[in-house]
């Protein structure tokens, strides 16, 4: 009683002192690296487009960052268990770096986005390392603080990264933009490797994971075959390539399958047959048909509605904005409304998507801003009780897996739904629009477009909220305790 009580009166004047500020501030500063990067480069890639060209290629912006930071995060773990955390995290910091630079110099749009990938593979290893530090660098009853720091460093992120991308397309350039952040990483990668105290390394016994080498390369083939797709829509080389970014995905999956206890994803990950499945899909396919606004929002509103650079990043910025003010608000709700709030957030999402068809081409600006608070927020209602719900109707022995394999599958969909919308977006004249009402028709299908994704996705969240799946998974229980 005496020791819960002492954990309850934890302060931020504790996190603050000498001993764990510098940590925080570690952690703290590779969130912010990893948290900011989309935004301001979303805020920025009008202006990319406009000087270096290759329209064709804007959804491989979020494509490749995504695989990345797949990728990324699914080797930091071991990386750590291999080596500690200094090692990881000083790599990350300095392929982050890197990833600016090449994209700050890139002459063209593929340079650039080898420049993303980099950034990708660093600010995806920043982010899931930070993670991971917060368990090792803080006491158990400091890490609530220190969470609590990341998340408000989140939503900072959301203000500060349009703002910032802004200021340097309007006052400075773009590539001013990346060399900044490539300081940013440049330091604390000297930080890590030179200065700061990390703690011991875990111990080798903890070593059982191989890294999925393979499979992680089969996946980032299957979203680059269906990412290549769209790049010169063609009737014969468009459907072979989805077809074969689709078969390697399938091959993913089965690999996956068969790795046993060093699966990435839980056994069946997508369906509607269990709980953990139908959740999975509606994560995969909700993030899919949601990325349009991220990856072309900014782009179509400077070119149709003429807004500034800084007014475009923060259109995408509300949909941050909404997502954290929603989550606070629903925070304390009874588990037992869990379905209902899921129910309410994804049908927010699905109108919002029709309502960015509606009003990206139309305006007024004002009114994108709202339909992107509504569909931030319908996410901040939703995803608050989703983990909550699939870890108690899922079986206890996958809830760890279960648990990393949501944020997994999340960057997944914003992989694939990029490449897809890619598709639409050129198919419909992206790539050859310089004139607002050329525009007109890709701002309407990239949304459109993404309809069926958001249907797939309400599908899944009819299954998983229903009281069939909570009625199966008592079922289950009470055989397997008989």
Same mark, same amino acid.
């Given at each position: 009683?005496?020791?819960?009580?002492?954990?309850?009166?934890?302060?931020?004047?504790?996190?603050?002192?000498?001993?764990?500020?510098?940590?925080?501030?570690?952690?703290?500063?590779?969130?912010?690296?990893?948290?900011?990067?989309?935004?301001?480069?979303?805020?920025?890639?009008?202006?990319?487009?406009?000087?270096?060209?290759?329209?064709?290629?804007?959804?491989?912006?979020?494509?490749?960052?995504?695989?990345?930071?797949?990728? /990324?995060? $699914?080797?930091?773990?071991? =990386? #750590?268990? @291999?080596? %500690?955390? +200094?090692? !990881?995290?000083?790599?990350?910091?300095?392929?982050?770096?890197?990833?600016?630079?090449?994209?700050?110099?890139?002459?063209?749009?593929?340079?650039?986005?080898?420049?993303?990938?980099?950034?990708?593979?660093?600010?995806?290893?920043?982010?899931?390392?930070?993670?991971?530090?917060?368990?090792?660098?803080?006491?158990?009853?400091?890490?609530?603080?220190?969470?609590?720091?990341?998340?408000?460093?989140?939503?900072?992120?959301?203000?500060?990264?349009?703002?910032?991308?802004?200021?340097?397309?309007?006052?400075?350039?773009?590539?001013?933009?990346?060399?900044?952040?490539?300081?940013?990483?440049? /330091?604390? $990668?000297?930080?890590?490797? =030179? #200065?700061? @105290?990390? %703690?011991? +390394?875990? !111990?080798?016994?903890?070593?059982?994971?191989?890294?999925?080498?393979?499979?992680?390369?089969?996946?980032?083939?299957?979203?680059?075959?269906?990412?290549?797709?769209?790049?010169?829509?063609?009737?014969?080389?468009?459907?072979?390539?989805?077809?074969?970014?689709?078969?390697?995905?399938?091959?993913?999956?089965?690999?996956?399958?068969?790795?046993?206890?060093?699966?990435?994803?839980?056994?069946?990950?997508?369906?509607?047959?269990?709980?953990?499945?139908?959740?999975?899909?509606?994560?995969?396919?909700?993030?899919?048909?949601?990325?349009?606004?991220?990856?072309?929002?900014?782009?179509?509103?400077?070119?149709?509605?003429?807004?500034?650079?800084?007014?475009?990043?923060?259109?995408?910025?509300?949909?941050?904005?909404?997502?954290?003010?929603?989550?606070?608000?629903?925070?304390?709700?009874?588990?037992?409304?869990?379905?209902?709030?899921?129910?309410?957030?994804?049908?927010?999402?699905?109108?919002?998507?029709?309502?960015?068809?509606?009003?990206?081409?139309?305006?007024?600006?004002?009114?994108?801003?709202?339909?992107?608070?509504?569909?931030?927020?319908?996410?901040?209602?939703?995803?608050?009780?989703?983990?909550?719900?699939?870890?108690?109707?899922?079986?206890?022995?996958?809830?760890?897996?279960?648990?990393?394999?949501?944020?997994?599958?999340?960057?997944?969909?914003?992989?694939?739904?990029?490449?897809?919308?890619?598709?639409?977006?050129?198919?419909?004249?992206?790539?050859?629009?310089?004139?607002?009402?050329?525009?007109?028709?890709?701002?309407?299908?990239?949304?459109?477009?993404?309809?069926?994704?958001?249907?797939?996705?309400?599908?899944?969240?009819?299954?998983?909220?229903?009281?069939?799946?909570?009625?199966?998974?008592?079922?289950?229980?009470?055989?397997?305790?008989?």
């Amino acid at each position: 009683m005496a020791e819960h009580a002492s954990h309850s009166r934890v302060t931020w004047s504790e996190v603050l002192t000498r001993d764990h500020a510098p940590a925080l501030a570690l952690v703290c500063l590779g969130v912010w690296l990893h948290a900011a990067d989309g935004l301001i480069v979303a805020t920025m890639l009008p202006a990319i487009v406009a000087e270096i060209g290759g329209g064709a290629l804007v959804a491989w912006s979020v494509a490749l960052y995504e695989i990345g930071s797949i990728v /990324a995060g $699914a080797t930091g773990g071991f =990386l #750590v268990l @291999r080596s %500690g955390l +200094r090692l !990881p995290m000083t790599l990350a910091g300095l392929l982050f770096a890197i990833g600016c630079l090449v994209s700050a110099f890139a002459p063209t749009m593929p340079a650039l986005l080898a420049g993303r990938l980099l950034q990708g593979l660093g600010g995806g290893g920043l982010m899931a390392l930070s993670f991971v530090a917060v368990s090792i660098l803080f006491p158990k009853r400091l890490m609530a603080r220190a969470m609590a720091a990341i998340s408000a460093l989140w939503g900072v992120s959301s203000f500060l990264g349009p703002l910032i991308g802004g200021l340097f397309v309007e006052y400075a350039s773009w590539r001013a933009g990346f060399v900044f952040f490539a300081a940013q990483a440049l /330091a604390l $990668a000297l930080w890590i490797g =030179l #200065v700061a @105290r990390l %703690g011991a +390394r875990p !111990p080798a016994a903890e070593l059982s994971n191989n890294v999925p080498l393979l499979r992680l390369a089969v996946l980032a083939a299957g979203v680059v075959a269906v990412a290549y797709a769209g790049i010169d829509i063609d009737p014969v080389a468009t459907p072979t390539f989805i077809a074969a970014g689709t078969a390697l995905l399938i091959v993913f999956l089965v690999l996956d399958g068969r790795a046993g206890p060093d699966r990435l994803l839980p056994s069946v990950p997508f369906g509607l047959g269990t709980a953990h499945a139908s959740a999975l899909t509606m994560v995969l396919a909700m993030s899919a048909a949601t990325i349009a606004i991220t990856a072309y929002g900014p782009l179509l509103v400077v070119a149709i509605h003429g807004a500034s650079a800084i007014v475009a990043g923060y259109l995408v910025a509300c949909s941050a904005v909404g997502w954290t003010v929603f989550a606070i608000l629903v925070s304390g709700a009874d588990p037992r409304h869990d379905p209902k709030y899921i129910a309410v957030g994804m049908a927010m999402v699905v109108a919002s998507i029709a309502g960015f068809a509606l009003a990206v081409p139309a305006g007024p600006v004002w009114l994108i801003a709202l339909v992107a608070i509504l569909e931030g927020g319908g996410f901040g209602i939703a995803w608050t009780f989703v983990l909550r719900r699939v870890t108690t109707l899922s079986d206890p022995a996958e809830t760890e897996r279960i648990s990393g394999a949501i944020p997994t599958v999340q960057r997944l969909g914003y992989a694939l739904g990029a490449a897809y919308i890619g598709i639409i977006a050129n198919a419909t004249g992206f790539a050859q629009a310089d004139t607002a009402e050329a525009f007109l028709p890709p701002a309407r299908w990239v949304f459109f477009g993404s309809l069926p994704l958001a249907l797939v996705g309400l599908v899944a969240m009819i299954r998983f909220v229903s009281p069939a799946i909570a009625d199966a998974r008592h079922r289950q229980g009470k055989k397997a305790l008989s």
